[in-house]
């Protein structure tokens, strides 16, 4: 008999089963079998929230969230935010290595070459109302391309992918800045090839008067860091919606409208506009102490705090950490910055935290620093669903190709009515 299996009592028949374990990991179906009548449905999991569940196998990003490791494709996260820039980094997300030269010239000519959006696009940015949040624009008009690109549907040719990688990557950025233009009353910059992936971002975002625009090298490169840090975390909210979305076959640019969705939410990608809103409400160092005890007794959460998976440090949020300094060499320190540090500092040495075993997530200091770049509050989850992209279609392909997938479609334990027959309106209390 093989040691690699569970073996379950049902007591209230007194069978026993043995269920194999591949990958530390039982299949859920297999629990199906476990029933006391023939007719039975048969054992189900049940897991609110997959806090248990793994709904696929991947070979994109590895996270021990105990000892605080995140690596994209067994590339740990400082290496590449140290050596690595945003397009190479998004890569190896995608194809599993890193290119090599030739790869890298041609993967970043294709992906520049799809900057530019439809003008009719343009035209339906225009038609957001002038204070229309940017992250809702980006929603909306990363929807509407699917109708641009009929060609997407053909999600089954390697081709047609790609070409919709190119483009999905390469927009996003335009159509972020757009948003962003469109709310200040500002005309829309078109994108300049010249510059880095990051650097044309900066140019789209704050063009003014001079003929070329030229991004300061060490914002630019700031940038990129936050781009590669947010560029996949495996299984989480957004990346799930995409997934599960593109389960049903849909093209990845609907799917993608899904993700974004999911990401705009302030316990995931919107938390970093809820930090800054929340330091800019403590505003002094010497409220700071009032306001942890506001989150211990309850009345609301310490925004960038937390993690599902860390529980020891989120190592973005280290690599962050330091990028915020070297941003602020350029910008000046921003004032919220002290606020910060101290909460940090409290938090960290509060039983309340450390139990909960709480810690700065990546959202604490990336706003800080996008604040410090002058971009608005609202553009926060907007920066980081530019490079997410890149890490919600690697996962959408990988899911596509993966034979064990099907549409997907959970489960639920029914507790309500059982059947009763309808009461006309007359008869209603
Ligand atoms: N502030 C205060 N208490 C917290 C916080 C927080 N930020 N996060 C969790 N807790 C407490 C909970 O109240 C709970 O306490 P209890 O056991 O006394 O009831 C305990 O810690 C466990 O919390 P859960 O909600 O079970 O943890 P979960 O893993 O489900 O939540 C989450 C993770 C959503 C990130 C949470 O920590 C949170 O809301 N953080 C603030 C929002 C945030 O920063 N989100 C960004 C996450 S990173 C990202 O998505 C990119």
């Known amino acids: 008999m093989s040691n690699d299996t569970l073996t379950i ?5 007194g069978k026993q089963y043995e269920i194999p374990i591949k990958d530390e990991t039982i299949k859920a179906i297999d629990l199906r079998q ?4 023939p007719d039975d ?17 991947s070979r994109i990003t590895f996270i021990d969230g105990d000892k605080g490791i995140l690596r994209y494709r067994g590339y740990p996260i400082d290496q590449l935010a140290e050596k690595s820039t945003y397009l190479e980094t998004a890569y190896l997300i995608l194809h599993g290595e890193l290119p090599t030269t030739d790869q890298l010239k041609d993967w970043t000519w294709n992906v520049t070459h799809h900057t530019f959006i439809h003008e009719s696009i343009k035209k339906f940015i225009d038609g957001f109302h002038h204070d229309a949040h940017p992250m809702g624009m980006l929603i ?11 060609d997407a549907k053909d999600i089954f040719n390697a081709e047609s992918r790609r070409k919709q990688v190119y483009r999905l990557i390469a927009k996003v950025a335009t159509i972020a800045a757009f948003a962003y233009r469109h709310r200040m009353g500002l005309p829309y910059v078109y994108p300049d090839n010249e510059l880095s992936f990051a650097g044309n971002f900066l140019n789209m975002m704050f063009k003014k008067t001079e003929l070329k625009y030229q991004p300061s090298p060490i914002l630019e490169k700031a940038l990129e860091v936050l781009f590669i840090l947010h560029a996949d ?3 989480n909210c957004s990346t799930n919606a995409m997934r599960s979305i593109g389960s049903s076959q849909v093209d990845p640019y609907s799917a993608l409208a899904g993700a974004a969705a999911a990401l705009y939410g302030p316990l995931h990608g919107g938390a970093n506009e809820a930090v800054l809103k929340m330091l800019n409400q403590i505003k002094s160092v ?3 102490p009032e306001y942890i005890k506001r989150v211990k007794d309850g009345d609301f959460r310490l925004m960038g705090f937390g993690h599902r998976v860390y529980k020891n440090y989120d190592p973005r949020a280290t690599i962050i950490k330091q990028t915020a300094y070297e ?11 002290d606020v910060a540090l101290e909460l940090e500092r409290i938090a960290l040495s509060d039983d309340y935290f450390i139990s909960r075993k709480l810690y700065p997530n990546v959202d604490f ?7 410090a770049m002058d971009f608005p509050v609202e553009m926060f989850p907007v920066l980081f669903a530019i490079p997410r992209t890149a890490g919600w279609i690697a996962q959408w392909e990988e899911m596509l190709l993966d034979e064990d997938q099907k549409i997907a479609r959970p489960r639920q334990i029914y507790l309500g009515s059982d059947v009763r027959d309808y009461v006309p309106m007359v008869k209603r209390t």
Not at 365 to 371: L, V
């Open 233 to 235: 975390h495996e299984q």
């Open 365 to 371: 200091y990336s706003g800080i620093i996008y604040k």
């Open 140 to 150: 909306g008009t990363v929807g509407a391309l699917s109708t641009f690109y009929p």
């Open 41 to 57: 449905f048969g054992i189900m999991t049940y897991d609110p929230a997959f806090t248990n569940t793994a709904s696929c196998k």
């Open 327 to 337: 941003v602020f060499e350029v910008t000046g320190k921003d004032e919220l910055l």
């Open 286 to 288: 010497d409220r700071v």
């Open 9 to 13: 009592t049902d007591n209230r028949t």
């Open 34 to 37: 476990i029933r006391v009548k």
